[in-house]
Nanobody
Framework: VQLQASGGGLVQAGGSLRLSCAAS????????LGWFRQAPGKEREFVASIRWSGGNTYYDDSVKGRFTISRDKAKNTVYLQMNSLKPEDTAVYYC??????????????????WGQGTQVTVSS
């Protein structure tokens, strides 16, 4: 599995960005794709995930109502639409795949393949 994240950049607070994650090599064991982020000096944290087959979505409370995760199965691509961005959203954003059960989809340990990350910087 290979994942290529893109779409990061510099945006002012209140602005929007859309991240994309193009996946290749997905198999029938792929259950979910997720977005995580890591700010300098902090641990990588869960942002959102989507069930690959059914499209069910899950969000961290810090982004609920502002971020939307979606997928295009025909393009093997997952998106993260980020609106009303805040300076505290500044981080490197990573996409990842999980072949594990639902209860692990909010944890780094639940994901086996990771993309290279894309930087999102929100200025105040």
């Amino acid at each position: 599995v290979q994942l290529q994240a893109s779409g990061g950049g510099l945006v002012q607070a209140g602005g929007s960005l859309r991240l994309s994650c193009a996946a290749s090599g997905l198999t029938s064991s792929t259950r979910a794709l997720g977005w995580f982020r890591q700010a300098p000096g902090k641990e990588r944290e869960f942002v959102a995930s989507i069930r690959w087959s059914g499209g069910n979505t899950y969000y961290d409370d810090s982004v609920k109502g502002r971020f939307t995760i979606s997928r295009d199965k025909a393009k093997n691509t997952v998106y993260l639409q980020m609106n009303s961005l805040k300076p505290e959203d500044t981080a490197v954003y990573y996409c990842a795949t999980s072949s594990s059960i639902l209860s692990t989809w909010t944890s780094v340990s639940g994901y086996g393949h990771w993309g290279q990350g894309t930087q999102v910087t929100v200025s105040s």
